[in-house]
């Protein structure tokens, strides 16, 4: 029987260096896409996958993150008294029921690896999941759930993955198989951005995990990596030495919000699935895209 995902860690306190000058004052995963913060679709889909316990690893300057998860009475009471009553649902969906998230500050952003290190007292002895916020995925059932479903199977490890653009495989971290028979697949090894030409698969690590807490023991030790950072994964490599890893290829669209590119694809596809904004959004984008 494994034991059931209930608590996921998201890294929030990156620097966001590709982003700025737009992630200076605002967290990075507080920047909207179309009509909401990139952390509410966040939220949604570790709700969706079964998370009772978010906990945040936030940096200085992101005070803003924990205000947005909070109540704001003045607000709520306005939008009461003029019966703004759909406004007033959106903007209370986001928030957490009591106990239901935690913030934990990372004094320095030491890396990834660094960052789910500093939420191993909250996660105790259970697996977990890692989210990358500002990896927005579009996915039905949405991506954290479909990597929890596999975890349900076949336990051990979870890394979800997808397919790198053609010829850019050596930008990512990048997932080596012991064989590729359907989406989900047991995994011998992992190299951060190898040289190109020497690509052990064009599957890259997407940015959704379910780890075993002995992976806190593989961090504890702080070892350094590429870029002088602790690595995640670096120390996923070494718990593969001991663990089995399985390689999901999710079902679904995946959008790096953080570099503004990334960013605009993001907003122009989440405005043209918009519940009830999509015609007006699509509208909007082809009378720019005639010039009008
Ligand atoms: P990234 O490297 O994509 O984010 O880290 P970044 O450092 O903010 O961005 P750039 O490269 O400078 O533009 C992946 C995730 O891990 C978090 C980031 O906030 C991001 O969500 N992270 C990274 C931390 O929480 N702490 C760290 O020390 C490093």
Known sequence: MTK???KAVLPV???GTRILPAAKATPKNLLNVFDRPILSYIVEEARAAGIEHLIFIVGRGQTAIEDYFDSNPELEDQLEAKGKA???ADVRKDLPRPGEMSFVR???PLG???AVWCARDLIGDEPFAVMLPDMLMAADPPALAQAVAAHDKVGGNIIVVEPAPEGEAHKYGIVALEGRDGRLNRM??????PAPGTEPSNLFISGRYVLQPKIFDKLADQQRGAGGEIQLT???ARLMAEQPFHALEYEGTTFDCGDPVGLLRANIAFALRHPSLSGAARRAAEELL???
């Not at 011998?188 to 951005?193: L, Q, R, S």
């Open 13 to 15: 306190a990156g620097l």
């Open 86 to 88: 759909d406004i007033l």
């Open 4 to 6: 059931k995902v209930r």
């Open 234 to 236: 670096d120390a996923m």
């Open 112 to 114: 990834l690896g660094h």
């Open 188 to 193: 011998t090894g992992m190299v951060e951005k």
């Open 290 to 292: 005639q010039g009008r």
């Open 106 to 108: 990372q004094m320095a």
